[in-house]
């Protein structure tokens, strides 16, 4: 089922818990359809995992208002997230590879596949957990718990991998992570991301390529007042490139971004400033659009540098890939959501957004689903609202729902060996496409 942007957003409301199937009208209660399977081992394990994290649902709630309520140190999620994991019997590395990075393993039998979640932990600066990466903490947390539960009980050889991935808003902690070889052993790698959208609904869309640039121009100070023809002010070289991609932005395609802001130090009103530094992001559906569009906007850096009289410097940082959904991982999350949980869309979810999972999926098979959650109007991510909404109840459940349904895929790759290639050559089909 594919629902278009007119389909209404899902707001709070008293009634979060109904549950739409189809366009009937039919309202359904969390947890009652049809097992999405004939495969008898699978069954069990659906109904292992379903019993799990709904005696877990608690204790994971308020893991993810501890989370919420302190965000403003990576530090702190590391330190609750591993301890949480090492009480449930996992085994745990602290500092992994990276500072705040961590990781938790589970290992049953000998031999089988390997099963990798991700679980974000930073926030933004100044509104906290406006993107609800408490949620998708806690997700990540659920889907390892429920493949332990599952494993364990039905004697189901593997590894599960739970990785803690700090620096997702801007530092690319999975791409310095994968670099370091976490994600080595994994034979898939599974995560999720709220986001506003249709009433329980379960996106399959994909995100942007993005760029970051830095730009600064260096000019000459002068006297405002006594002698301003003496200076050559970076502000200004600043304001006109900030003005020219203003200007593109009416030439490019709806579906591309381009954003940034201005950044300075000891400026004063009676001095012509000599230095200006500005950072920007450019997006688009693919990396090849993206760096079509990066030339142009680069153009504007240029050409408000020859207009002020003043030299500039263009640094490209890092780079993210769109994302690539594995098709084989999403047709099977679509299969169980639609018979068991909800809706699937491909039109929400973060699709005009970026995340460093992008990279993930360029290089290993994966699948980064959204799922909605209620917000007020104007209250999406990366706005107070959302954060708000990342610690309501009905969100909670939202998140519980989309990883019973992730767990459920993940066994399949634990249980299913035609499954498994199934995804491995899906992947290796859709490299050659980028090509």
């Known amino acids: 089922m594919s629902l278009g942007q007119s389909v209404a957003m899902w707001l709070p409301s008293k009634e ?25 081992n699978l069954m069990a394990s659906k109904k292992r995992f379903e019993t799990t994290l709904d005696g877990l649902s608690r204790e994971l709630r308020a893991l993810s208002l501890d989370i919420h309520g302190n965000h403003l140190l990576e530090r702190y999620a590391h330190d609750v997230y591993t301890a949480f994991m090492e009480k449930h019997g996992f085994t745990v590395t602290k500092n992994y590879l990276l500072e705040t990075a961590w990781v938790a393993t589970y290992t049953h039998g000998q031999g089988g596949r390997v099963l990798g979640v991700n679980s974000e932990m930073d926030a933004l600066p100044g509104i906290g957990h406006a993107c609800g990466h408490n949620l998708i903490g806690i997700s990540g947390v659920a889907v390892a718990l429920a493949a332990k539960a599952a494993m364990k009980r039905l004697n189901i050889d593997g590894k599960v991998v739970l990785l803690g991935t700090p620096a997702e808003e801007g530092g690319f902690g999975k791409v310095m992570l994968y670099d370091k070889g976490a994600y080595d052993e994994m034979d898939v790698c599974l995560m999720c991301h709220p ?10 869309s994909g995100c942007l390529a993005i760029s970051r640039i830095t730009v600064e121009y260096k000019g000459h100070t002068a006297h405002a007042g006594l002698s301003p023809w003496e200076g050559q002010n970076a502000l200004d070289a600043a304001v006109l490139a900030y003005n020219n991609v203003s200007l593109l932005r009416q030439q490019i395609k709806p579906t591309h971004r381009v954003h940034g802001i201005f950044e300075g130090k000891d400026w004063a009103p009676n001095i012509i400033p000599d230095h200006a530094i500005m950072q920007w992001l450019v997006r688009a559906p693919t990396t090849s659009e993206m760096e079509d569009t990066r030339k142009r906007v680069i153009s504007c850096f240029e050409a408000a540098a020859l207009a002020s009289g003043c030299k500039v410097q263009v640094t490209i940082g890092s780079v993210g890939n769109e994302i690539r959904q594995n098709k084989a991982l999403g047709d099977e999350l679509a299969d169980v959501v639609l018979k068991r949980y909800g809706t699937i869309d491909y039109e929400w979810g973060i699709k005009s957004a970026s995340t460093d999972f992008v990279s993930i999926s360029y290089l290993m098979p994966g699948l980064h689903p959204g799922f909605s959650i209620p917000t007020i109007p104007d209250g999406g991510n990366h706005t107070t609202g959302f954060t708000e909404a990342a610690r309501s109840e ?19 790759v634990l249980t299913d060996e035609a499954f498994l290639q199934k995804v491995k050559d899906t992947f290796e089909e859709d490299k050659k496409l980028r090509a």
């Open 16 to 40: 979060w818990h109904l549950r739409h199937l189809d366009g009937s009208g039919r309202s359904l209660r969390p947890y009652t359809l049809l097992l999405a399977t004939d495969n008898p």
């Open 195 to 204: 986001a506003p959208g249709p009433r329980h609904s379960i996106s399959l």
């Open 394 to 412: 009905a969100s909670h459940d939202a998140c519980l729902v989309v990883s019973k349904a992730l767990a459920a895929v993940g066994m399949r």
